[in-house]
């Protein structure tokens, strides 16, 4: 069988489905395979920081110059999955006046707007910082919601006429006489996947271009066509606290380190991060260290972190990527910029091209720039477009709040879900009624839920990064169940319950972190509901085990001799051994 | 002036009340101190001994064929099978009728919230009809804003759990004006008052329900509800519904907050009430005067400390959850009397990787001796009159083995016993 | 009084105008609020939460009226949903009668009243229009006290104008103070008239002191209740002391009346604390008063010597069970046989002492103190004063009600003048304070 499509994008990432957007907005077929859901590799795996530029003022400020242009399209084109909290580069008394001044003129050099505030100042803004911070830069830092602006922009691509096909990883690149002509897909199917109409069948998708976008793992796509691409992927880990205790990004003003960012995002703030290089991006330890390091160095700028609750640590891994032969030894030296690797001219095999490296916050711009070189190797004269139309959910936002008073929510919930929905909320809140909370920790709707739902199918998953359902401080323990049950009827129960495994189990993964104090008592508590009140982990339709019903009490009634409606065994009687 | 009594029980879950019943009822002045409420509404209100298989982790049909294959460590093998059932007598002399299932020693299987069947020794009056080894064809019915049951996917599971009867599945809206974020309190309370209507011709609630449900009855011989058929006058209301639908009326446990498990307190306080214990509640305890003996133990009464003596003290503070258990980035500690709490001393080593895999943060808890005294780390007694009682006890996964209640009534009748013998 | 009550100015009688007591400032009446913002950000005790619902089941509100979605919304829920931006506080927060009964079951010790009293204020703050009669009418209700110092300057005529049917007809139809209750009767001689007539203390001692903060109920309204502590007090061999003092803030912090509630909160924090360094401790015959000075002002306030006042500072009752052998003293007591209906008021519930009572008149011969059950009863304070919450009020207190009917005593008891109120109303039982009957027993 075979798809014929004119442009394939291998990779459900920013930079991959920026790029199926501008492809669809300049009309050109497209087509876009990701091997999990949208945003599984790093972007679903980041602290969601809409850069400034400042973090780059320094020692990159090419760099920073893009941040700090992207940061304004973002606002703009994405409203919905920005929040712009402001940002401080924070010294104490021990960080260096040196680089603080060259932090300072760095930021005005490439015209990012930056002031300093006092230590007081700061304070009134931001009362839990350590009282010895002597003074901060403040820039237009914010915070993206990663998923949210992913699937905005797959969204559009596909109203625009491009296919997303989700849970459908790359299993060989198609090369025909020195040219790759398309690649194989596997559709997986299964427990929390999507419930697909060829589940476990591969499928040939021929194009006349393809791009891997796959980052970090732009080195295995690279091998499956013959090429290589040597991109060093380097993990850091992220450790989310149950509430905000800022509500700027705090960074920390030195030159490098770990554990020197906080970037409040949604309901939480996320700190951050390691940088290691790891071998494989998909196996890579997770330490204890690494949590315990993030919670006591940003305890020194803000100290509640060292008894407040965190609710998990995650690890993402970044698809650096450097020119062979510059044999940086350090990842934190490698470059964060962009290559764009045209294989035709590298290795002498056309019709594909791999895009290594950059930043989340730069996405867009890369995407423009290979766009470009697609429309130029298809001959396509249009032009981009995507810095100027606003992606769907970002339209029309500032009329927004009149409406929402309509749903008939209380009105904490309904500046969630309008934060959450943007322009999108009147037409999703509306279809449902009655229409009860299922996440009470993040305040989603069965609306929201039911509208993910008719997006990404019985992949609860894919449903948890789109509403935020079950990523509040329970994780999961009260409203996992309630997720699956809205699955139903539209599904069957074995999917409906494999779907709740699945996700229950990605809750544990990465509750484990943060298995201490209140989340432990979290998690014995979410062990309890599932496993005394549920019995789960002994559910016969789960585990397979043959019950011999008969054997167990049916009831006084039940075990009466000659009972019409009860079981033919006798329960046995109390304590007739 | 320390406050004074005989036996002083330090904690009011299920553990706590029981063992201050056993205490009063050796003849002992008992007084019981709880922080705050118990964790009884939190749990499904169901009694469990033991419901799986320690070998296969199958259903277990017996709970007393279970306890030869516990592990040593384990509160049933230290205390014996006589103390589990002593536990059960005195549970079910407490609550007489309220509960069912002590004409056998076989676990029921209890359909729940999520579909599946749960062994359990003993079990509300209101869950009676429900059995799963009882072949009546059976309809479940849920509400459109109860997001915690859905009975049609609930109705289709047990189906695919095998079950011996014919059982199908409704979602109905819930009689009445209310709003979508309604508390299931706040149902069984509409239930409870059933506000004497007809109002404009419009039956009132209970009345409402059964009509509403006996359109879509179609032959079945029993219907199970969510866990929110009434508050103080559940029983009516079953039995109410029960006839005007011509069938058993069952309830279907449900996770927090759970009206049985509200019941069973309500229940139990009654019996303290009885049994002339005097109940304190709203401040905690936070630690105690003594060497080797517990002298008095020191109550924290809004930013001051006051003494309680007694001759003998029985802890109940729960587990992780109930916080008799306490954990940080440290440590797992137990936080009043410091009682020795074996841990991996790793923090990486609490938990395995599996949500469902054997998980040692549910064993977490203090070991004790045939007379409920906790051991410190030689396996020596930590105070000659401490006795601990139910989840703060460990060597033992509640959640894994369905034995929650049964550890908790073991040990309390037990501790108690033993405490009003020492005087 | 009715008079007093014109929220426009000028015209009526201004209590500025006709202000001759110090603690009665110009700006009792001043529509402008300022909110006490520093150290206000409560969404770290989210942390503690753990989702179990706990509170709900207890909250009497939540169990009513649907309206009200309960203190976890409202509390840890709402809270943790809050940026630092956000003052939309939902509407319902309102609905919350300051009961603090969540606080007393959340097995985690999330802040629960302490969230909802700041939400509260923030509501009142941002949302609430300060021309709007509610909030002119919460912000009468909640300044009982400059009303009650009004009225005492003539009881006889406020006692009548007050409950005078066209005046209460009125006074619902404009403020929405609902006309189904009759307003307490104020004395003609308040406790510290007495108190000065008396000449003070009676009992000198170095060793042995008390301040007693009377609140303005046992002022106004009941003063043999403060008569009754002074003697009860004096009979164990106690100097007691009568600090300058104004409101608690008690019905303050359930308006939203954040910076009322703090002016006051002044005054009594310096009274008070300068009769702890005069060696005593601070005694209160209203658990509201004692609920407010040990935990609601260190948890609203940042004020010099609040911690200090709040570690000194017990219940009357539980002061004398702890420092007196009570049960011993009242042994050797003669009382008439008597039995009474006790409730224990929610806040009596917070600080532990919701048995106290009931343990304590067990052990004197012929008296029988039965506890009517620990629903809530459902006045809490001023909430059951708005006319729009009289019949959640009413089905609240349904309950005890019942109960108090069910049992054979004939007169009710309890230490929460409000709780009196409501108990009163709903039986038409007269209601006493323990200490009266502690008075009875041993003076």
């Known amino acids: ?503 229950v189990r990605e809750r544990w993964k990465g509750e484990r972190h943060a298995l201490w104090g209140e989340q432990l008592a979290q998690a014995a508590l979410n062990y309890a509901l599932w496993a005394t009140t549920m019995n789960v982990d002994g559910d016969p339709a789960r585990t397979g085990a043959e019950v011999d019903f008969s054997a167990f009490d049916a009831g006084e009634r039940g075990s009466e001799p000659g009972s019409a409606t009860g079981v033919a065994a006798d329960g046995g009687t109390r304590g007739d051994q | 002036m320390a406050i004074s009594d005989d036996v002083l029980v330090v904690g009011g879950g299920l553990a706590g009340m029981t063992a201050a019943v056993a205490a009063a009822r050796g003849g002992a002045r008992v007084r019981l101190l709880s922080h705050k409420a118990s964790t009884l509404r939190n749990a499904s209100g169901l009694i469990d001994v033991l419901g799986t298989d320690p070998e296969s982790g199958a259903p277990l049909a017996d709970p007393f064929d279970g306890l030869d294959a516990l592990p040593g460590e384990h509160p049933y093998r230290i205390l014996g099978e006589a103390a589990i059932r002593e536990g059960l007598d005195l549970f079910d002399d407490l609550l007489g009728d309220r509960y069912l299932g002590s004409h056998t020693d076989r676990n029921a299987l209890v359909p729940t919230h999520g579909g599946t069947v749960k062994p359990t020794a003993r079990y509300p009056e209101s869950t009676g009809s429900g059995l799963a080894s009882s072949r009546e064809r059976t309809l479940l019915v849920g509400f459109e804003t109860i997001t915690d049951f859905d009975a049609p996917l609930a109705a289709a599971h047990l189906e695919n759990a095998g079950v011996p009867f014919e059982v199908r599945g409704v979602t109905l809206p819930f009689p009445g004006e209310f709003r979508a974020d309604v508390r299931v309190t706040r149902m069984a309370h509409a239930l409870d008052e059933d506000r004497e209507a007809p109002v404009d011709g419009r039956p009132g609630t209970r009345a409402a329900l059964a009509e509403r449900v006996s359109e879509h009855l179609d032959g079945e011989e029993r219907v199970g509800l969510p866990a929110l058929l009434g508050d103080e006058r559940g029983e009516e209301v079953r039995e109410q519904l029960s006839t005007r639908l011509g069938t058993d009326v069952f309830e279907v446990p449900m996770g927090p907050p759970s009206l049985p498990g509200l ?55 729960g587990g992780l959850v109930g916080k008799g258990i306490r954990s940080s980035r440290s440590g797992v500690c137990e936080p009043i009397f410091g009682c020795h709490v074996p841990q991996p001393e790793d923090r990486y080593d609490w938990f395995s990787e599996g949500v469902f895999d054997d998980q040692p943060f549910a064993r977490f808890g203090l070991r004790i001796d045939e007379g409920c005294r906790p051991l410190d780390g030689r396996g020596e007694t930590e105070f000659e009159n401490l006795r601990a009682v139910g989840a703060v006890c460990g060597g033992y996964d509640s959640a894994r083995e369905k034995s929650a209640s049964g550890v908790s009534l073991a040990t309390a009748a037990t501790a108690g016993r033993r405490a009003a013998e020492c005087l | 009084m009715s008079d007093a009550y014109q929220p426009d100015d000028g015209t009526g009688t ?70 630092n931006e956000d003052t939309d506080i939902d509407d319902s927060v309102m609905k919350c009668s300051n009961c603090m009964r969540c606080d007393n079951v959340c097995p985690s010790s999330v802040p ?101 903060f009377h609140g303005c109920y046992s002022n106004y309204n009941t003063p043999e209740v403060g008569k009754a502590l002074v003697r009860v007090f004096e009979h164990f061999g106690y100097q007691v002391l ?10 303050m912090f359930a308006n939203g009346m954040l910076s009322d509630a703090k002016r006051h909160a002044e005054t009594n924090v310096e009274g008070l604390v300068e009769a702890i360094g005069d060696g005593a401790d601070v005694i209160a015959s209203c658990t509201s008063c004692s609920m407010a000075l040990r935990q609601e002002y260190p948890e609203l306030f940042d004020l010099h010597g609040i911690e200090e006042l709040a570690a000194h500072t017990y219940e009357a009752l539980e002061y004398l069970r702890i420092h007196e052998d009570l049960e011993g003293a009242l042994r050797e007591s003669e009382v008439d046989p008597q039995s009474f209906a006790y409730h224990a008021p929610c806040h009596a519930r917070n600080q532990g002492l919701a048995t106290q009572a009931v343990e304590l008149f067990d052990s004197i011969d012929g008296v029988t103190a039965t506890d009517v059950g620990d629903s809530c009863s459902g006045i809490s304070g001023t909430y059951g004063w708005k006319a729009e919450n009289y019949d959640v009020s009413m089905a609240i207190g349904e309950e005890m009600f019942e109960h108090m009917a069910d049992d054979e005593a004939e007169v009710g008891m309890t230490e929460c003048p409000t709780c009196a109120m409501q108990m009163n109303h709903g039986t038409g039982y007269e209601i006493r304070h323990p200490l009266q009957v502690l008075e009875a027993a041993l003076c």
């Open chain 3, 14 to 83: 201004d209590p500025a105008t006709a202000n001759t007591d110090p603690d009665v400032s110009a700006d009792e009446y001043d529509p402008v609020e300022v909110f006490p913002t520093e150290g206000m950000d409560l969404r770290p005790g989210a942390d503690s939460c753990y989702k179990c619902s706990t509170c709900d089941t207890e909250c009497p509100v939540a169990e009513v009226n649907d309206e009200f979605p309960g203190p976890k919304f409202q509390g840890p829920e709402q809270w943790r949903l809050k940026r």
């Open chain 1, 1 to 503: 069988m075979g798809y014929e499509t004119t442009a394939l994008v291998i990779g459900g990432g920013s930079t991959g489905c920026g790029i199926v957007r501008d492809l669809a907005m300049r009309g050109i077929d497209a087509t876009l395979v990701e091997r999990g859901n949208l945003t599984h590799g790093t972007t679903g795996r980041m602290h969601g920081l809409l850069h400034s530029g400042g973090r780059y003022a320094v020692s990159d400020r090419a760099s920073a110059r893009e941040c700090i242009e992207e940061n304004r399209v973002l606002r703009e084109i994405a409203g919905h999955c920005v929040e712009m909290t402001g940002g401080y580069f924070v010294k104490r008394p021990e960080d260096d006046e040196e680089y603080f001044q060259e932090k300072l003129e760095g930021c005005l050099a490439c015209d990012i707007p930056a002031e300093v505030v006092s230590g007081r100042d700061l304070r009134a803004d931001e009362p839990n910082l350590a009282r010895d911070v002597e003074k901060a830069i403040r820039v237009p830092d914010g915070a993206i919601d990663p998923f949210r602006l992913c699937v905005a922009n797959a969204a559009d691509a596909e109203t625009t006429g491009a296919r997303i096909e989700t849970h459908a990883p790359v299993t060989d690149v198609l090369v025909e006489d020195d040219t790759v002509v398309g690649v194989e897909v596997t559709h997986e199917s299964g427990p929390g996947k999507r419930v697909h109409i060829s589940p476990g069948t591969t499928e040939e998708i021929r194009a006349e271009y393809v791009v891997n976008a796959t980052g970090a793992w732009a080195g295995r796509v690279g091998e499956l066509a013959g090429v290589d691409v040597e991109v060093r992927p380097s993990k850091g880990v992220m450790t989310i606290m149950n509430v905000r205790q800022v509500d700027s990004v705090i960074n920390r003003c030195r030159p490098k380190g770990d554990a020197d960012i906080i970037v409040p995002h949604e309901t939480t703030a996320i700190l951050g991060t390691t940088d290691e290089e790891v071998s494989d991006p998909d196996d890579y330890p997770e330490e204890r260290w690494e949590v315990d390091m993030m919670i006591d160095t940003l305890s020194e700028l803000v100290p509640i972190l060292r008894e407040a609750r965190t609710i998990r640590s995650f690890w993402g891994v970044r698809p650096l990527y450097e020119p062979p032969g510059t044999g940086t030894k350090d990842p934190t030296d490698i470059t964060r910029d962009f290559f764009l690797l045209d294989h035709e001219e590298r290795d002498g095999l056309s019709g594909f091209t791999s895009i290594v490296g950059g930043k989340f916050t730069t996405y867009r711009m890369m995407a423009e720039r290979i766009t470009d070189h697609i429309c130029e190797q298809l001959g396509v004269n249009e032009r981009c477009r995507t810095a100027e139309v606003a992606l769907p959910g970002s339209e029309d936002l500032a009329t927004l709040d009149e409406r929402m008073d309509s749903f008939g929510l209380r009105s904490p919930i309904a500046r969630r879900s309008r934060q959450r929905l943007g322009s999108r909320a009147p037409a999703v809140l509306s279809g449902t009624d009655p229409n009860p909370v299922v996440c009470d920790c993040e305040a989603v709707t069965r609306a929201e839920v039911r509208d993910a739902i008719d997006a990404s199918g019985s992949d609860l998953n894919a449903v948890r990064i789109r509403t935020r359902a079950s990523m509040g401080n329970c994780q999961g323990g009260f409203c996992c169940h309630r997720m699956a049950h809205e699955l139903s009827p539209r599904y069957d129960e074995d999917v409906v319950r494999a779907a709740w495994d699945e996700l």
């Open chain 2, 263 to 317: 019941r069973l307190e309500d229940a139990l306080e009654a019996a303290l009430h009885e049994e002339g214990v005097r109940v304190e509640s709203g401040n905690p305890v936070v630690g105690y005067e003594g060497d080797d003996r517990v002298e008095t133990v020191t109550v924290e009464r809004v930013h001051r400390e006051v003494p309680y003596e007694a001759e003998q003290v029985i802890l109940a503070t």
């Open chain 3, 242 to 251: 009568v600090p300058e003092q104004g409101c608690s803030g008690t019905p």
């Open chain 3, 112 to 212: 629960l009243s302490q969230m909802h009293n700041t939400a509260r204020g923030l509501y009142v703050e941002e949302r609430m229009d300060t021309l709007s009669v509610e909030y002119v009418r919460n912000r009468i209700l909640s300044n009982y006290r400059t009303s009650a110092w009004l009225a005492s300057k003539l009881p006889r005529t406020a006692n009548v104008a007050m409950n005078f049917g066209p005046a209460r007809w009125l006074m619902e139809r404009t403020f929405g103070i609902t006309a189904e209750r009759e307003f307490p009767a104020f004395a003609t001689q308040t406790f510290r008239e007495w108190w000065t007539e008396r000449g003070g203390a009676r009992v000198p001692n170095h060793e042995k002191r008390v301040a007693y």
